[in-house]
Nanobody, 134 residues
Framework: QVQLVESGGGSVQAGGSLRLSCTASGYTSSRYCMGWFRQAPGKEREGVAA???????RYTDSVKGRFTISTDNDKNILYLQMNSLKPEDTAMYYC????????????????????????????WGQGTQVTVSS
């Protein structure tokens, strides 16, 4: 059973930085798609940043240039470096993982990752709170 544990959340002032970590255990596959999602009170969960099994990354527009997703594959840790934080970044942040699916295209086979689509993920952490004050 895959388990994900987030850490690194906290309270900061606008303009500050935080680095979130997500430690994974119980992996049974050599390939995983991973992502960071967030949910603010009264709002739907949204994808923040994701990394595909091929190392490609994707970010939601509101965090581009401020957030960076990265992985330490040796330690099975997913990171989210958050700089220039804004009050609107306040939310519970979750990491998620799923094994990619094999698909075919006119150019051959490829591994598909859901990236920022949260419904495509099977495994979720319990979340870590990020609060940004103005």
């Amino acid at each position: 059973q895959v388990q994900l544990v987030e850490s690194g959340g906290g309270s900061v002032q606008a303009g500050g930085s935080l680095r979130l970590s997500c430690t994974a255990s119980g992996y049974t596959s050599s390939r995983y798609c991973m992502g960071w999602f967030r949910q603010a009170p009264g709002k739907e969960r949204e994808g923040v940043a994701a990394v595909g099994s091929d190392g490609s990354t994707r970010y939601t527009d509101s965090v581009k240039g401020r957030f960076t997703i990265s992985t330490d594959n040796d330690k099975n840790i997913l990171y989210l470096q958050m700089n220039s934080l804004k009050p609107e970044d306040t939310a519970m942040y979750y990491c998620a993982a799923v094994t990619p699916t094999r698909r075919s295209s006119a150019f051959g086979g490829f591994w598909y990752c859901p990236l920022l689509a949260d419904h495509g993920y099977d495994y979720w952490g319990q979340g870590t709170q990020v609060t940004v004050s103005s």
